[in-house]
């Protein structure tokens, strides 16, 4: 069974650093991608990044570029998060999520275009 699962959520000032980890088990495939999204209350769920394996290649939203950065360790499955420089609107829900056929890059942000869903983890940007 395909699981992802974030952790990593926490309470920071503005400006300040997190970082997010999604581990994923029950899948081997090299051709896949792990995406990240959040929602604020209220708000639609909204893509942050996303990294395409085997290549590494990567997609942000406009919104986190130059602040945020994905990465990720074969090793240990993981993917991570960094985020830096935060401020209060990326206050969120943040939640990891797995496209068994990674879409073309113009349809990566669509929520319903991904597979597999983690329970979330809470960034809360406040001074």
């Not at 909204?46 to 360790?73: C, L, M, W």
Request: glycine share 10%; net charge neutral.
């Amino acid at each position: 069974q395909l699981q992802v699962k974030e952790s990593g959520g926490g309470l920071v000032q503005p400006g300040g650093s997190l970082r997010l980890s999604c581990s994923t088990s029950g899948f081997a495939l090299d051709y896949h991608a792990i995406g990240w999204f959040r929602q604020a209350p209220g708000k639609e769920r909204e893509a942050v990044s996303r990294i395409v394996s085997p290549a590494g290649t990567t997609d942000y939203t406009d919104s986190v570029k130059g602040r945020f950065t994905i990465s990720r360790d074969n090793a240990t499955n993981t993917v991570y998060l960094q985020m830096n420089n935060l401020k209060p609107e990326d206050t969120a829900t943040y939640y990891c999520a797995a496209d068994l056929n990674p879409a073309p890059e113009v349809y990566w942000s669509r929520v319903g275009i991904w597979d597999f869903w983690g329970q979330g983890t809470r960034v809360t940007v406040s001074s």
